[in-house]
């Protein structure tokens, strides 16, 4: 988990999801690109382990350095950022070898997260890779902006929904490992069905009544518990509403509040601009998807939902 104490130069977003291929990397720089012609000063983190492509989004064929050199040489975290083509915006290059998430120790994570936290920008976006691995869900759990990105398919969705479960019951635990309690939530959860819980949210209800110490510190802990919602390659209306049922899931199961951000359609100039190497956020400018990307940044800045016609 991150250190206790943080000591932090600008807000963390942090980019996840799950599943492979939703689109976390091309939503990443896109709303990189938004912030930074906005002004402020913007870091781009890419943490897909082993699979790191963030680069080429900004026509960089192959960086002089990445985070090989931080994990292998010990190299400043600072002293890897890279300029991007784009004013205010820099770019710290994933590992393009072989090395896997797994494979990060646990004084290599506390280190990356201390360094990550004293960027020198207003806005750092770390781009995660797929899959829940525990170190993919620490770096995730840091983030003062906890942003999901998935289409509308089942099969996204269901990793989305895992993923999200899984940082929370890690937050939980690893929360209550602190005041020593960590036993406790993994023996009541491995026996749930004798205490009659079926999910998560019946977990932490379960706690909170039962040990009136362990609420406690679970309300105060779990307030900034948030996770904010991007649909991406949307195709109709009904896919734009799947968020909104999103959202009542996961209050439902989990007892965490989701905000329904935004959503991104399908179209063609979003892999041309990829094709292209070139950031799309400058080069697509008049398209709908760039209006989308714009309004879900904003709603990212301030927590908010977007508006979505006939849903309360």
Known sequence: MAPKSKVKEGEIWAIGGGKGGTGKTFITSSA???????????????????????HTFFGISRPQKSLTSF???GASLGDLVVPT????????????????????TFSQKLKL???????????????????????TLDTFLIADKMIVVLVPEVIAIENMYHFIKNSLFRKVKMTLKEYGFKEIVQHIWDR????????????????????????????????SFQIHLVLN??????????GASIKSVMM???????????YVEYSDAVWKSVRERKPFM????????????????????KSADIDIPGVA
Request: with cysteine.
């Open 32 to 54: 990189g690109t938004y912030l930074a012609r906005k002004g402020r000063q913007v870091v781009l983190v890419d943490m897909d382990i082993g699979g790191a492509n963030l």
């Open 71 to 73: 994990f292998e040489m």
């Open 85 to 104: 083509e784009m004013p205010n915006m820099s770019l710290i290059t994933g590992d393009i070898h072989s090395m896997a998430s797994d494979k990060i």
């Open 113 to 135: 997260f201390r360094q990550i936290m004293k960027l020198n920008a207003q806005t750092v976006l770390v781009d995660l890779g797929a899959g829940s691995h525990n170190n």
């Open 192 to 223: 749930r069905q004798s205490y009659g819980i079926v999910n998560l949210k019946e977990l932490i209800d379960y706690l909170r009544e039962s040990f009136s110490y362990i609420g406690t510190i679970l309300d105060h802990e779990l307030s």
């Open 233 to 242: 390659m949307v195709r109709n209306n009904q896919d734009v509403q799947l």
């Open 252 to 262: 439902k199961y989990l007892g965490i509040p989701i905000h329904y951000s935004g």
């Open 282 to 301: 400058l080069n697509y400018l008049a398209t709908g998807c760039a209006k989308e990307i714009e309004i879900l940044t904003e709603n990212l800045i």
